[in-house]
């Protein structure tokens, strides 16, 4: 895929690389979320795993726009075609390559182009829309997050920017690194020892 220059925040100033950023990382939890209670004993599958991991999504980003917690963050849909606003702006999410967004993706809900019409005016909105694709690794776990602006039934790319997710921490990146045993703060380790 080659990635053109535009940057979400010069299509929209309210897609801003602050709040692409929280997106992702709600995006990123849920589903690191959905593998912690994965249970392939019990018949967990790709398949299950993956439904629960778009249903925990949805729920981190609805979780926190009723919180307050991101002031700009709305949702406008709560179907499962979910869709959610940054300052007015809708965005959908879905997990696969980034440089192959399938059919279901490209579709266009009605409220979804409305409120784009709105947000970018009749003209800049025709055909455009707005898509976090979360690529996975082969074990479900997000390899990363790419915020895309594709335009028409053919989804040309505008932007593919990938959210540096780099500093999100364990709950989404998993420490392949060998476990190492701390040492007690030195009280507890004087009242162990003469305990």
């Known amino acids: 895929m080659t990635h053109p220059a535009r940057l979400p925040w010069e299509l929209h100033p309210a897609l801003s690389?602050?709040?692409?950023?929280?997106?992702?990382?709600?995006?990123?939890?849920?589903?690191?979320?959905?593998?912690?209670?994965?249970?392939?004993?019990?018949?967990?599958?790709a398949w299950s795993v993956g439904c629960r991991a778009y249903?925990?999504?949805?729920?981190?980003?609805?979780?926190?726009?009723?919180?307050?917690?991101?002031?700009?963050?709305?949702?406008?849909?709560?179907?499962h075609h979910f869709v959610f606003l940054v300052d007015g702006v809708p965005v959908r999410f879905f997990r696969g390559d980034a440089a192959d967004p399938n059919k279901r993706t490209l579709r266009q809900q009605e409220s979804e182009a409305e409120q784009l019409a709105l947000a970018l005016g009749a003209?800049?909105?025709?055909?455009?829309?707005?898509?976090?694709?979360?690529?996975t690794h082969p074990d479900g776990a997000v390899r990363r997050v790419v915020f895309l602006a594709l335009r028409g039934e053919e989804g040309r790319v505008e932007c593919a920017w990938p959210v540096p997710l780099d500093e999100v921490g364990p709950s989404v990146r998993r420490n392949g690194g060998a476990a190492m045993q701390l040492p007690l703060p030195a009280g507890q380790a004087r009242a162990r020892r003469r305990g």
């Open 55 to 79: 249903a925990f999504s949805k729920h981190q980003l609805a979780r926190a726009a009723e919180s307050g917690r991101f002031p700009w963050l709305r949702i406008l849909d709560e179907t």
């Open 17 to 45: 690389e602050e709040r692409l950023l929280a997106c992702a990382r709600l995006l990123a939890r849920g589903r690191a979320d959905a593998l912690a209670l994965a249970d392939h004993w019990a018949g967990d599958d």
């Open 123 to 135: 003209h800049d909105a025709d055909g455009l829309m707005f898509r976090f694709a979360v690529e």
